[in-house]
């Protein structure tokens, strides 16, 4: 019995030290990519716009092919999937910094101002 009680001691020992995986899962439009450093500003090109991720209402996307911007908004930020965004850049950049506001597609009714933070870019 005491070989019994030794192991059962080591497997809860182990099993007490292990650490809950909390990471939030990657976004769809993410996969298959890797991040590299996070940048403060990232430049405006023509035809392209900051958009909501299908599968995550707090991360905002910004580009196509090669490369995609993610910009992970603040936990108190609260925008919906089927809302409006609207940007007010200062200049030529989306910037760590600039505002970024919501308004409810069907009333109208304006909801969460948020300021960006940094922009991680993802490659494949």
Not at 31 to 41: E, K
Not at 56 to 76: H, K, Q, V
Request: hydrophobic share 40%; aromatic share 6%.
């Amino acid at each position: 019995m005491r070989p019994l009680a030794i192991l059962l001691t080591f497997a809860l020992a182990s099993f007490a030290g292990a650490q809950p995986v909390s990471a939030p899962p990657e976004a769809r439009e993410l996969a298959g990519r890797t991040a590299a450093a996070p940048q403060r500003c990232v430049l405006i090109q023509a035809g392209e716009a900051l958009r909501i991720s299908e599968t995550d209402p707090r991360l905002l996307l910004y580009g196509r092919g090669r490369t995609i911007w993610a910009n992970r908004l603040a936990p108190s930020c609260g925008i919906d999937f089927n809302d409006i965004l609207v940007t007010d850049p200062i200049g030529p950049h989306y910037c760590r910094g600039d505002l970024v506001r919501s308004i409810d597609r069907v009333s109208r009714v304006p909801g969460a101002a948020c300021k960006l933070r940094d922009f991680v870019p993802y490659t494949r």
